[in-house]
């Protein structure tokens, strides 16, 4: 039986693991040893490797994968475009989309989307957080697998 994978926002990620992934980046750009990265994050030794392979970015999870995203937009010309284009321009592939009946001038956008093994698909969450026409977004599911 595998074990169940969540997605959490980083500010609900505990300190640790953040140290964790702070080490990590360091010995890939850096090419510190392990002792030289944790010191630089600011945890033990035996902290990264209790969680090191319990924790990714997002963007390592999802890579050439496909997630199935649910946003709340404004229903007015051009926020469905706008959010089409930053889909494209951050490399998705859209499998399906279906957008409801706005309903107080809100309408629920549903899309699958795939991306690109060298795609930044948390850059492209991050891209449609920012747009003005955008209220929510939230991971319905996806499609993991062990890289």
């Known amino acids: 039986m595998s074990e169940?994978?969540?997605l959490v926002r980083e500010k609900a990620v505990p300190e640790v693991?953040?140290?964790v992934l702070e080490a990590k980046r360091l010995m890939e750009q850096r090419n510190m040893t392990v002792q030289q990265?944790?010191?630089a994050a600011g945890i033990s030794r035996s902290s990264f490797y209790k969680y090191q392979d319990d924790i990714q970015p997002f963007r390592e999870t999802i890579q050439g994968r496909?997630?199935?995203l649910v946003l709340q937009i404004r229903d007015e010309?051009?926020?469905?475009?706008d959010v089409l284009q930053v889909i494209a321009r951050f490399r998705g592939n859209?499998?399906?989309i279906h957008q409801a009946i706005p309903l107080a001038d809100v309408a629920t956008l549903t899309?699958?989307?795939d991306f690109a093994p060298d795609s930044d698909s948390a850059g492209m969450l991050r891209a449609l957080e920012e747009r003005p026409g955008v209220r929510d977004i939230r991971i319905l599911g996806g499609e993991y697998r062990r890289a």
Do not use: F, M
């Not at 010309?77 to 475009?81: F, I, W, Y």
């Open 4 to 6: 169940p994978y969540y």
């Open 77 to 81: 010309a051009g926020v469905l475009s």
């Open 37 to 39: 990265a944790t010191e």
């Open 66 to 68: 496909t997630i199935t």
């Open 17 to 19: 693991l953040l140290k």
């Open 111 to 113: 899309v699958s989307v």
């Open 94 to 96: 859209i499998l399906t």
